[in-house]
């Protein structure tokens, strides 16, 4: 390695700036020796110990510094980078150095605070790691960013809930979307239900305005029975290929993309009898037979919670289950809608009586409802008496079997409790000792242990609802090939960051909503959506996207387009150009040196940790002074 | 450092999201810890090359930690999987060359873990001191030359090499594999700028380290100038003034080298060495079987079974009566750092190897790697003398055992492609022997390539230097010949054809279909152990 590259160039001119930080490094390390030692060192044109560096003293020192003593390049020795460096990096940039020019040396964290009882070495390895910074500093270059340009359009892949949310926020923002389905109608997982949570508003009838409004607007464009057949690109330039079925395949040019494509009910195969008894369904089922008006005559129904969930076929909770199932046992605990079937002529065939409460009633339920909920707690006392209006109106005995109750929220909890004053029965089981789902004499049985009797139970029902988790789509490996972003290990989407990126990939330009990246319900799906068209709007609006400045460079002489690189990368930044060679996607590139490390041709540079800057700092430190 | 006791000096690679912050953190928290290492800040533990290990023990560290994200945590969402993966491979081959693992260690550090910092650094640290200082003395410099005295140096190397007697008819350039692909590289010019004086332009300039010194000039010449040798000579100059080859897998190679020339230590080479295989460490034959388990680490991610090699040839022997000796002691044969300017590094190599060999009383020396086999034959005799043991291919011994009747091959049917390879071919001169050796068994029939023997292509990369996008079209055009002879299996006769040769194959080639280049590659012994019966 070419020790002095120096001599070629302009000699560089470095400043180096020592803080005491107070007595934080003052008064553990001998500032004064290590400022003595900097000035001594080759390249080194100025020195200079300050009280506090980060201090408008400290910063104006740096600057004039610069001027004074012509500097190209600055060593900061105080604190950590990781709060600092941008301070001193607008310092150095407002008195003309480029803010790569510069170098962070931390005498602090990693070296006063954690040897405050032995200042001799202290100061010893602040000189080492001050001549580590001014080795490095050598060989420091400027970096410009640059900006790519973006198309303003967007993709939504998903026409469900959220993918219509998603596409209609963009469109609403006068972007033009395509909104890709592979149904040959919009509207996703909820348009095969019947009925929802906290509305007694029909599935249907909730999402039948969203799939107006969205067959109304001219900014999307609808690609139904189609899918994603191939996407090339990154962001702000997207070239995706739309497949359709037996149609020629659409190409479309796009900024961003939405990945809004669901998910599925686990069909629970060998579970609780499914498949061998009719009238064992899964929720899901139960919704389409409601919807048909095709569900048996109920007397007792059973609902069996985490049906394959929670550490059977998969191992998370699926979150939507237990609401789902309190929404279905009320429904049919007061006979919504008539969902049960029972008509006035056959009440008449079995002597039923049909009650249509009138709307008098129905005022009044509501006010006792709210007063119930004001009453909050103090209420269940009232309760004990057993009050008649309690009773399930449609006299079917509801009961679920869980192993404990979800019901997350404000909203949901209160629903709980509605449906324990409606006499569902919430049956608590163990995963060691499961219900079972057994036929005896031609009639349906559900056998449990009651944990609170300690009792072996047996109970008649006529159907028996599996709650079972959704599960992510069969086709999400796919679209994650295409798209180049991850899925956990449960097959959803993975966002960047659980917690702060929750609706970007990691890789730019990617964004995710709704139940493909975990089970979602309806308002979570739209807040979610319209999280992530916001997210995606942002390189539409701004029409360029500033690419990452520290990003790898590739001597193409040197590439052979071997393609180790291109696995190693995290974030899909290099491909093979048409000449074989492999190209940096400077737009994409986050600088991580993945792909540095691993060419066997070191054909990479690894801006700003280059292999020499990164030497450099190896060999000073090992240096006998 | 001062005092009595050792204080061990220590580099520590951390990544800027986690460890380093965690280092932050013990900061912060006033967490006390000794004052050994110093941080070099890496934006993601994948950035930390397997050289710069080496590099940083090699300048002195007694121990080196790369520090990163916890599994799962990287902020470049898997850049810790590379540095794990990365990582074991570096300590294999620690172990392998004698210094150990346990000079470094690789810690997944969060940003909340303070404590840990600190307590890894306690740890390595005694660790570290445990261990003591790091036993890899300083290496010499390359030095430094003065323009007279390059000018003297190259005028002698002229006069050696037989360079003035070139006539600029350019039938170098028109044979040269390398010229081809990169019209701005001619073999020629490189002699005459050296005869026209321009000596600083050609040792600083890249030509000298483009050149795959694979001799297809050297043997078309019809006044016989000496181009590689010549182009050796200018590179052990070259090094001089800082002009320093880019050497494939970050250099690694050649610093493990450097450390068996340089340092005195125990490796752990025989791995390879299977219980059935039959051995010796004193006896007639010295079997030396070159870097192949340092190369068998490296690429432990390819299906090259290399170590397949070594246990062919002895499986051989022994089927021929014959027990050879193979040695722990033996070090790399300095062929790389000779080609990349380092003759005293070679030479250092050179006086180990020639002592074991007269210690273990070998009459006979067989090879396996070509690229020993001439180093053993054209560059240490040149600074020895001639040895009194004689230098044999495993080929030529494979040869004179079937015609002497002491080792019988099965027949089999299968048509086979040979690669010659430079060292072999062009630099030894050894044609029929691989042929003879692999026809010995009955049905084999070898297919000749349209470039064969003397004209044969070379991998493309020597003394991993020039691992670059005209090798790889080199490579493809001869696994495009290979593939043309419609053999079942293309047969290397060196380790690094081998290695080059399948990379190519197994890459995802731009413009290359798959069927023109995917054929079967096979080491020269195992084709000929195969046969055993």
């Not at chain 1, 348009?191 to 305005?209: C, D, R």
């Not at chain 1, 005995?397 to 569902?424: P, S």
């Not at chain 1, 180049?484 to 970007?504: I, Y």
Request: aromatic residues 6%.
């Amino acid at each position: 390695m070419p020790e002095n590259t120096s001599t070629e160039k302009e000699k560089p001119r470095i400043g180096v700036f020592i803080c005491h930080c107070g007595s934080n490094i003052g008064g553990f390390v001998d500032v004064k020796a290590v400022t003595e030692y900097a000035s001594t060192l080759p390249d080194v044109a100025y020195a200079t110990d300050n009280l506090y560096t980060c201090a408008e003293d400290g910063l104006n020192n740096i600057k004039d510094s610069i001027k004074e003593h012509n500097l190209d390049r600055v060593v900061v020795s105080s604190c950590t980078p990781r709060t600092h460096a941008p301070l001193f990096q607008r310092t150095c940039e407002a008195a003309g150095v480029n803010k790569y020019m510069f170098t962070f040396v931390n005498i602090r964290e990693h070296c006063s605070w954690v040897h405050m009882k032995e200042k001799e070495k202290a100061t010893q390895k602040a000189k080492d790691l001050v001549r580590m910074g001014i080795a490095r500093a050598r060989f420091l270059e400027p970096q410009e960013e640059t900006k790519v340009d973006v198309t303003p359009t967007a993709l939504v892949v998903g026409g469900g809930v959220s993918g219509m949310t998603a596409a209609l926020s963009l469109a609403n923002m006068k972007f033009p979307v395509h909104l890709v389905e592979k149904d040959q109608e919009l509207g996703g997982f909820v348009k095969n239900l019947h009925g929802l949570m906290m509305t007694t508003k029909s599935a249907n009838e909730t999402i039948k305005p969203l799939i107006d409004k969205v067959n109304a607007h001219k900014n999307i464009t609808q690609h139904l029975n189609s899918h994603v057949a191939s996407v090339e690109g990154f962001i702000g330039n997207y070239d995706v290929s739309i497949g359709g079925d037996g149609a020629e395949a659409k190409e479309v040019k796009v900024g961003t993309i939405i990945v809004a494509t669901g998910a599925v009910p686990l069909v629970p195969e060998g579970l609780f009898g499914y498949k061998e008894h009719p009238n064992v369904i899964t929720s899901t089922e139960f919704e389409e037979l409601c919807n048909k008006k095709e569900l048996p005559k109920l007397k007792s129904v059973a609902f069996i919670q985490c049906v394959g969930a929670r550490g059977q076929t998969v191992s998370y909770c699926s979150r939507i289950c237990c609401n789902v199932a309190i929404k279905s046992a009320m429904n049919i605990a007061e006979n919504r809608d008539n969902m049960l079937g029972v008509t006035e002529e056959k009440a008449a065939e079995t002597g039923e009586v049909v009650e249509e409460p009138t709307a008098e009633k129905k005022a009044e339920e509501e006010g006792s409802e709210r007063r119930r909920r004001r009453r909050g707690r103090g209420r269940r006392d009232e309760d004990e008496g057993g009050e008649e209006a309690a009773a399930p109106s449609s006299g079917v005995e509801v009961t679920v079997f869980n192993r404990d109750v979800m019901a997350y929220g404000v909203e949901h909890e209160l629903e709980f409790n509605k449906a324990r004053e409606k006499r569902v029965k919430f049956i608590r089981y163990l995963p060691d000792n499961l219900p079972k789902v057994s036929v005896k004499d031609g009639k349906l049985e559900v056998g449990y242990f009651h944990e609170t009797l300690k009792m072996e139970r047996t109970m008649p029902v006529d159907l028996v609802i599996l709650s079972t988790p959704l599960v992510a789509q069969p086709d999400a490996a796919t679209l994650s090939q295409l798209l180049k972003v991850p899925l956990g290990q449960d097959g959803f989407f993975q966002e960047a960051h659980v917690k702060l990126r929750p609706v970007d990939f990691a890789t730019d330009g990617v964004y995710v909503c709704g139940a493909c990246r975990g089970p979602a319900d309806i308002t979570e799906a739209v807040s979610q959506a319209a999280a992530a068209a916001s997210r995606a709007v942002i390189p539409l609006a701004n029409g360029f996207v500033q690419a990452e400045a520290l990003t790898s460079r590739i001597d193409e002489a040197k590439c052979s387009g071997c393609g180790t690189c291109v696995e190693a990368c995290p974030y899909s930044a290099l491909r093979k150009n048409e000449e074989g060679v492999t190209e940096v996607i400077a737009a994409a590139c986050k600088g991580c040196g993945c792909c540095g490390a691993t060419c066997p041709e070191n054909a990479i540079t690894m801006t700003h940790y280059t292999d020499q800057q990164l030497l450099a700092e190896a060999k000073a430190a090992l240096e006998e002074v | 450092m001062s005092g009595d006791e050792f204080e061990p000096n220590i580099v520590a690679f951390c990544c800027n999201w986690c460890s380093y912050a965690g280092a932050d953190l013990a900061g912060v928290s006033r967490m006390q810890y000794p004052p050994n290492a110093r941080i070099i800040r890496v934006m993601c533990s994948g950035r930390v090359e397997p050289y710069f290990i080496l590099k940083a023990l090699e300048l002195g560290a007694d121990g080196v930690l790369v520090a990163g994200c916890h599994i799962g945590d990287c902020h470049y969402i898997s850049g810790n999987v590379e540095a794990e993966k990365r990582m074991k491979t570096t300590q294999e081959l620690l172990d392998i060359v004698g210094i150990g693992r346990d000079r470094m260690r690789l810690e997944w550090i969060s940003a909340s873990e303070g404590q840990k910092f600190a307590a890894t650094m306690k740890e390595f640290t005694e660790q570290i001191r445990k261990l003591g200082p790091n036993p890899i003395p300083k290496q010499p410099k390359a030095g430094s030359i003065d323009p007279a005295s390059l000018k003297r140096k190259v005028d002698q190397l002229i006069e050696d090499t037989g360079a003035f007697d070139c006539v600029e008819c350019g039938k170098c350039t028109t044979v040269c594999p390398v010229a081809k692909h990169d019209p701005d590289f001619a073999p020629r010019t490189i002699v005459l700028k050296a005869t026209e004086g321009q000596t600083e332009a050609i040792t600083t300039g890249g030509d000298i380290w483009t050149c795959i010194t694979c001799e297809q000039c050297n043997s078309m010449c019809p006044y016989e100038v000496d181009y590689s040798g010549f182009i050796r000579g200018l590179r052990a100059e070259a090094v001089k003034m800082d002009s320093t080859p880019t050497c494939s897998q970050g250099g690694i190679i050649q610093g493990l080298m450097r450390v068996q020339a340089y340092g005195d230590f125990k490796q752990d080479r025989l791995g390879w060495l299977t219980q059935e295989l039959k051995v010796a460490e004193k006896g007639e034959v010295f079997y030396f079987t070159g870097c192949v388990s340092y190369f068998d680490a490296l690429f432990n991610d390819r299906e090259l079974n290399l170590s397949g090699i070594p246990q062919a040839v002895v499986k051989i022997m022994n089927k021929a009566g014959i027990v050879p000796v193979v040695s722990n002691d033996e070090v790399c044969c300095g062929h790389d750092l000779n080609w990349t300017g380092d003759e005293a590094g070679l030479q250092k190599l050179m006086k180990k190897n020639v002592d074991l060999i007269k210690a273990s009383g070998a009459k006979k020396v067989v090879f396996s790697c070509p690229e020993c086999m001439r180093t053993f034959d054209m560059d240490y005799q040149d600074f020895m003398g001639d040895f009194e043991f004689e230098l044999t291919h495993v080929s030529e011994l494979v040869d004179d055992l079937v015609k002497e009747g002491k080792l019988k091959l099965k027949p089999s049917a299968r048509k086979l492609t040979f690669q010659d390879s430079c060292r072999l071919g062009r630099h030894l001169d050894i044609y029929d022997p691989p042929r003879a050796a692999l026809e010995a068994s009955e049905g084999t029939e070898i297919i000749e390539m349209e470039n064969t023997r003397d004209k044969a292509l070379c991998c493309g990369v020597s003394a991993w230097t020039t691992c670059d996008e005209t090798a790889r079209k080199i490579q493809v055009e001869r696994l495009k010949e290979a593939k043309k002879t419609g053999a079942d299996c293309l047969v290397t006769g060196c380790y690094k054809c081998l290695i080059h040769l399948a990379c190519t194959r197994d890459n995802k080639l731009e413009g290359v279909p798959k069927e023109q280049v995917d054929i079967k590659i096979k080491d020269l012994s195992v084709a000929i152990a195969e046969a055993l019966e």
